[in-house]
Structures are given as C-alpha cells and as structure tokens.
C-alpha cells in the first residue's frame, strides 16, 4: 500500500472512530459494528475493521510509530524512562491535532510526534532562535538535517523560531496541544519562563491543552535552593501556568522514580541520560534511572475567566 493510500485510509478510519466516539457520548445513536463484508472497498476481506473509539484508534498508531525503524535504538532504550505512549496519551494527543513541541532539543519526541501526525495533523517544533555557537544553535541545526534526512516521516514537520525574551509561537488559536518536556527549569534559570507560558497560551485555542513535563523538586524545596539544580517545586510550575491564565486540569505519577534522591553534586544532570561526573559512581546513578518527573495537564479556558469590579 502506498502513502497515499494509506493515508487515505487512516484518514478515513480516524473519521469513523471519531464519529463513533461522538455518537456514544451523546447517546444519540447506538454503535453498531459493520461485517467487512457489507462494506464496498477495495481491502480484502478479512482487512481489519478500524477501531470503534477515537482512544483505541489513537492507541494502535502510538504503537506503530514507536515501532518504527527510524526511531534510533539510544533512544528506544529510554522508553522505560520517559513513558511516551502513556504520557501522550495522558495529554489527550490524537493523530489529526496542530501539536507544537516546545525546544525539541535533538528531536526525541519529534521521531514519535511528527510520524504520528504526518498523514491527518500538523507537527510544529518550536525551538529558540540561534544567538550563537552555543546549544541552541547545534540543536537547530540538528534538527532541521534530520528532517530533511526522512522525508516520509518528517515532511510534513515544520520548525518556527522563537526569541524566548519575546516568544511568538503561531497565529493565536492556532494549535490544540503544546508539549514541553524538561525545558521549564532552562526558562526559570534564564528568567524567561513567564513570557513563554504566556506564548503557549496565546498560541492554544479555547480548550486547549499545554502538556508540562519536568524534573521535580521536592515538595518542600524552595525556588532558590533548587533553581540551580535543574528541579523545579511543582507548585512553582503551577503557579506559572495559572498566572499565563491556565487552569490545571489534572497531574500524572507516570513520569515518577521514587529512587531519585534529588541531592546529587552535578544537579539533575548527575543522572543519565546525561551522567555529568563519567565514570564517577556511574554504576550508582545508572541504578538510579533517570529523574523523578512531574506531569502536567494544563487547559486554557473555553471562556475568560471573570474579573472582580
């Protein structure tokens, strides 16, 4: 099957599970599973029949791009560390959304995000715009050739760049989910969180969702014992959000490792994946895992919130 036609088919398929899922929750229409034979297409007849929920669709092509043979074997071995298809599914994601990810870095996410979306939605990663020689520049760089090095599976991606002192991220209302994952602690050491969680609210439509992941501190670590250290208190986060104008919707434990003990010499950074000390005690913070994770679901409010007189 080629592309086009199997995006002609997942296409339709998306549109049946949606429809299907619209159907249940207004209670209008009873949901009935169609013999494939009764069916016309051009599908053999024992073609599988598309899921009958837009959840249960969603799930399926989750499983199938963290399969794929692009994605590269470092980092399907932090699978077990970064839950993608849990935590995607957690920030309500499905496969014909406008999602904008915030700082991709070397484009983890993206090898799951932009597949995913290639066919019905739009992929977007936003990422700082090069001042320099520095991480910004060598992650735009990278970014952008390994892109134009799979044309199939990142195409359709897009990249805009932001100036995080001023961040404009899209037209207002044009996206319906912005992710961020393990960048907030970058914007509150540079002083330039509050600008950017007011660009994903102006850039979310009404109803829409910002997803947050981060290190997180201790509940009873302040601001600046731990600014430094890459942890951030959740409440801190929280309040960020809240005062961009979001609501909290819910939080998650899908990202949470109870062995980190957060009091390491290098900060967060002592752990893997990136092991700042080498050698030094690595079979110790191998041990360990990566970071202990807040998970966040954001929602920016259908109307706007009432002002006191």
Same mark, same amino acid.
């Given at each position: 099957?080629?592309?086009?036609?199997?995006?002609?088919?997942?296409?339709?398929?998306?549109?049946?599970?949606?429809?299907?899922?619209?159907?249940?929750?207004?209670?209008?229409?009873?949901?009935?599973?169609?013999?494939?034979?009764?069916?016309?297409?051009?599908?053999?007849?024992?073609?599988?029949?598309?899921?009958?929920?837009?959840?249960?669709?969603?799930?399926?092509?989750?499983?199938?791009?963290?399969?794929?043979?692009?994605?590269?074997?470092?980092?399907?071995? !932090?699978?077990?560390?970064?839950?993608?298809? @849990? %935590?995607?599914?957690?920030? +309500?994601?499905? $496969?014909?959304?406008? &999602?904008?990810?915030?700082?991709?870095?070397?484009?983890?996410?993206?090898?799951?995000?932009?597949?995913?979306?290639?066919?019905?939605?739009?992929?977007?990663?936003?990422?700082?715009?090069?001042?320099?020689?520095?991480?910004?520049?060598?992650?735009?760089?990278?970014?952008?050739?390994?892109?134009?090095?799979?044309?199939?599976?990142?195409?359709?991606?897009?990249?805009?760049?932001?100036?995080?002192?001023?961040?404009?991220?899209?037209?207002?209302?044009?996206?319906?989910?912005?992710?961020?994952?393990?960048?907030?602690?970058?914007?509150?050491?540079?002083?330039?969180?509050?600008?950017?969680?007011?660009?994903?609210?102006?850039?979310?439509?009404?109803?829409?969702?910002?997803?947050?992941?981060?290190? !997180?501190?201790?509940?009873?670590?302040?601001? @600046? %014992?731990?600014?430094?250290? +890459?942890?951030? $208190?959740?409440?801190? &986060?929280?309040?960020?959000?809240?005062?961009?104008?979001?609501?909290?919707?819910?939080?998650?434990?899908?990202?949470?490792?109870?062995?980190?003990?957060?009091?390491?010499?290098?900060?967060?950074?002592?752990?893997?994946?990136?092991?700042?000390?080498?050698?030094?005690?690595?079979?110790?913070?191998?041990?360990?895992?990566?970071?202990?994770?807040?998970?966040?679901?954001?929602?920016?409010?259908?109307?706007?919130?009432?002002?006191?007189?």
């Amino acid at each position: 099957m080629n592309r086009g036609t199997q995006a002609a088919n997942v296409g339709l398929a998306l549109a049946v599970a949606l429809l299907g899922l619209c159907l249940a929750r207004s209670g209008a229409v009873a949901a009935q599973i169609v013999p494939a034979a009764s069916v016309e297409s051009d599908q053999p007849a024992n073609e599988l029949v598309p899921p009958t929920s837009a959840s249960d669709f969603t799930s399926a092509q989750l499983d199938s791009v963290l399969a794929g043979s692009w994605r590269s074997a470092p980092n399907r071995a !932090r699978d077990v560390y970064r839950h993608p298809k @849990a %935590t995607l599914q957690f920030f +309500g994601i499905r $496969p014909d959304q406008t &999602v904008i990810e915030i700082t991709p870095g070397g484009g983890w996410y993206s090898e799951i995000l932009a597949p995913l979306l290639h066919d019905n939605g739009h992929y977007v990663a936003a990422v700082q715009a090069p001042a320099g020689d520095g991480e910004a520049k060598r992650d735009n760089g990278g970014l952008r050739a390994k892109f134009a090095a799979d044309q199939a599976e990142y195409g359709k991606a897009k990249i805009v760049e932001f100036d995080p002192k001023a961040p404009v991220l899209g037209a207002p209302g044009s996206a319906d989910l912005v992710l961020t994952f393990r960048n907030v602690h970058n914007w509150v050491m540079a002083d330039t969180a509050p600008a950017m969680f007011k660009a994903f609210f102006a850039v979310l439509r009404p109803g829409g969702v910002l997803g947050v992941v981060d290190h !997180r501190a201790d509940d009873s670590a302040s601001l @600046a %014992t731990v600014k430094q250290s +890459g942890y951030l $208190p959740t409440r801190y &986060v929280v309040k960020l959000a809240a005062e961009a104008g979001f609501t909290l919707d819910e939080s998650s434990e899908i990202n949470a490792n109870p062995k980190d003990t957060k009091d390491y010499p290098k900060g967060v950074w002592t752990l893997p994946p990136t092991l700042t000390l080498g050698e030094q005690d690595k079979a110790k913070y191998l041990a360990i895992g990566e970071s202990d994770r807040m998970t966040l679901r954001f929602v920016k409010p259908s109307t706007p919130a009432a002002t006191t007189p």
